[in-house]
């Protein structure tokens, strides 16, 4: 498979040279297109400051991110439309993801006004079907919907410039227990019609376990340990990812 | 009783603008006929508030100086909602250099009483309606500037801000579609205070005599006329302070029922 993102040695500090704290410390990892990569690690370990740098949303102490031959870490904000109609993020928390202040229909036609792509008019009708919503639901404001027809707003919106890429970042982890089986099973029908190449950031290992081929486990800014799910899984080398396992909790069936 | 506040002060505002309102098509007498005969005349049911030291009716003279506490009120904070408001935008929204020289330009400006800069304009334009919005405007920018800020850097860090960055919104697209809309109240109440001061400071700088020129009556001018007769009629001085009271009393109220109405956090719980 192609590949379409090399990260190298990525370090990202904040606060000052002398008193600052690593979020990132030094990562390399490739993506393939059409993988499906998890990253698990716990609050701190640096998975949502991964994420930022993976959508350029942020910019590397050094290091780089390169996308389909771009590096993406170091370029102006005018280079990057290109970029930003590939690669669509979706937050942790619906709730604080879409502006209140917005109807539906706007939120999710954004992407398509911001980075100008071409479209039909009923675009945003279209998706907000794929994602199971009434296309009524255009003409409403975030607030009328609950928390995960909230969620599936925000990936209607990710996915109206038909991206190449999703980067999820706790996809579900701000949802209930009995709507996060939905919106997983949502994203991996997606991934799977859409063919996309898709990236999930969690403390949950079941979500990635359901979602992913591929994972890393990140500690401190490090990745301590990767490879496929299953193995991951099966047989946990460090001691880190042992204490994650043990954490997955039972879902009720 | 937080919407009570707000109706209260909806109410007062509400008679200070169907005072000015009527003002324009009627008044019971004449507010700048002077009638020799009628000096300081008690209340009467041909005079509810009296006359005052010229014989001119007080409560004609009142309802036309709500028309020129309203103007002045309107004109200033507009002018300082104009400038103020996208400065404070600007400088939350793109942070660094430039957010460094607004506040420091507002701190300047805030250094400055609103009193002095309108003493300062009246001894270079002359004592005017104009000059005192101008001074008034001028000294409540700061205010908007650092509200608007505070309200944008807390938009900015809002995911909703994350999420339309990665869908390519930036500069004045996102200040018109994101940052503005969710800092509008805060501006709203702001205007509201802001108006409460603009009443005062009009009322004190014609006061001062460097207001709107006589024979226009407005209540800061109708105070001042009134000091000389503060031990021989004291309600002369009532009437134009309890005018000033209901506006100002009234603005504020307004303010704080718009900012508790509109409180998310507040909104959420009821």
Known sequence: MAELYRVESLCRRFGGAAAGVDALAGVDFQIAAGERLGIVGESGSGKTTLVRLLAALDRPTSGRVVFDGMDTSNAPESALRRFRARVQPVFQDPRSSLNPRMRVGDIVGEPLRSLRVAHTSGRVGEVLADVGLEPEAGKRYPHEFSGGQRQRIAIARALAPEPQVLIADEPVSALDVLVRGQIVQLLADLVATRRLTLIVVSHDLSVVRDLCERAMVLRQGKIVERGPVGQLLAGPRSEYARSLLAAIPELPE | ?270
């Open chain 2, 1 to 270: 009783m937080r919407k009570l506040q707000f109706y209260l002060g909806l109410a007062l505002v509400g008679l200070v603008v169907s005072a000015a309102l009527v003002s324009l098509v009627w008044t019971p007498y004449d507010p700048l006929q002077v009638v020799p005969a009628d000096r300081l005349l008690g209340p009467s049911p041909a005079h509810p508030f009296g006359t005052d030291g010229f014989g001119i009716d007080i409560a004609s003279r009142l309802l036309v100086g709500a028309r020129y506490c309203l103007l002045v009120g309107i004109v200033s904070v507009t002018l300082a909602a104009l400038v103020g408001v996208p400065l404070g935008i600007l400088a939350g929204q793109v942070g660094g250099w430039v957010s460094e020289v607004v506040m420091r330009l507002t701190d300047i400006v805030y250094a400055l009483p609103a009193l002095l800069l309108a003493i300062l304009l009246a001894a270079i334009f002359g004592g005017s309606t104009l000059t005192a919005m101008a001074a008034i405007g001028v000294a409540t920018v700061p205010a908007f500037a650092r509200t608007a800020r505070a309200g944008t850097l807390q938009v900015m860090a809002a995911d909703y801000v994350l999420a339309a960055r990665a869908c390519g919104t930036r500069g004045v697209a996102l200040a018109a579609r994101h940052i503005w809309p969710n800092i509008a109240a805060l501006a709203g109440v702001q205007a509201s205070i802001g108006f409460a001061m603009a009443i005062l400071a009009e009322a004190a700088l014609g006061y001062l005599g460097l207001g709107t020129p006589r024979p226009t009556p407005t209540w800061g001018t109708m105070l001042r006329d009134s000091q000389e007769f503060l031990f021989t009629a004291p309600l002369q001085a009532l009437w134009p302070g309890l005018a000033i009271a209901v506006a100002v009393l009234g603005f504020n109220l307004l303010g704080d029922g718009i900012r508790d109405l509109t409180d998310p956090r507040l909104r959420e719980a009821s």
